[in-house]
């Protein structure tokens, strides 16, 4: 019989990859979905036919039990969140209730469905529910150490990154009181055509593919100099399901050990379309952040070993890959639009 697994957060960039992953390994998907009538889900419904949808709220401890009732799932896959950090600076509460308690509401509506209550002698977790939990390299923030490791400290420097440490914290003290199968992935950025268009790398395809074509001329960034670890989101849901496939379960560090600044990303994907980047991009200090995280790195030695995990798609690719997407896309509308206008009726 096929595996279940549900995923809260699959209308967003990670959910819908992992959807497409695992339902081309053979499982069957169900999509946490909120609202009444959320146009990402239509999306979704369209991208991934085989998906199914099960209403809830991570804000909603009730939906989120009657959810993992309905679904009786094999895999809990917790991508769910605000995922873009400022906001938590605008919204710090809310973020708070959704990135943290949200997780705490999937653990404990896990464990009432399951009736679990102690850990089981032997610490056997076989025909258990899996739990895999979204946690972020955010929590690194002020990084004591580099690269960072599943040892390293964590001092976050935003609402979200103190959120996201609550999660995985909690994700682990429900291993070790109840005994319950879960894991986290600390995941370093990673980015794909589906990006929000509010995260940077996806600000700077877009505006590259407006300003190709002459329909936008000015790119504002805020802090050129941080510096991340950036990653294709297609390869870092093959490491969220591997860890969910493990004997025992374990927390692991995923990216792909390179450092860009924000400044080498504008270069490069203004370079795909044969531009200089500093005749565009003009700084704005509105962007820049509170308390910034400056640099992030990773070390996944511990997933490269033991989830036998590697990412095939490096930065420049992947640049690539966002630029051309959001190229073609603002073709095809510039293209339409001149087919409507021209168009008698
Ligand atoms: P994303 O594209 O912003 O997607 C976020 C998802 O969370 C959306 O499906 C959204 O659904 C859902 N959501 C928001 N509020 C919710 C609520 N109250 N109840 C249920 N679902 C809710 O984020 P992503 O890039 O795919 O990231 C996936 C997860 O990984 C997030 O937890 C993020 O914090 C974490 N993470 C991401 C990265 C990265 O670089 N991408 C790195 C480390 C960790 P709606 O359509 O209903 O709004
Ligand atoms: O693309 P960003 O907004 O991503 P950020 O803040 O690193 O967060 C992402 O990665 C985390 C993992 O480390 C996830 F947990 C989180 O959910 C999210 O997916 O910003 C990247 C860097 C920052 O240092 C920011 O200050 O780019 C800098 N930046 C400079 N100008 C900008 C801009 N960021 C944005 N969004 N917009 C700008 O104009």
Redesign the pocket.
Known sequence: MSKRALI??????????LAEHLIGLGYEVWG????QA?P??DRIAQLIPGLRFVD?????QGSLVSAVDAVQPDEVY???????VPMSWQQAELVT???GT?VLRVLEAIRLVSGLNKPSAGGDTSGQIRFYQ?????MFGKVVEAPQSESTSFHPRSP?GVA?AYGHYITLNYRESYGMYGVS???????SP???AE?VTRKISLAVAQIKLGLQDRLSLGNLDAVRD?GF?GD?VRAMHLMLQQDSPGDYVVGTGRMHSVRDAARIAFECVGLDWEEHVVVDPGLVRPAEVETLCADSSNARQELGWEPEVDFAELMRMMVESDLNQAQLVRDYGAMLSGARW
């Open positions: 809260t957060g699959v209308t967003g960039q990670d959910g819908s990859y946490l979905s909120r609202g959320n990402r889900k809830g709220d991570l804000m909603d917790n991508l769910g969140a605000i995922s873009f209730e959704v990135n949200g979204a946690s972020s390299s955010e979200y996201k992935g600390i995941l370093f950025n990673h980015e589906r990006r929000g995260f950036w989101a870092y």
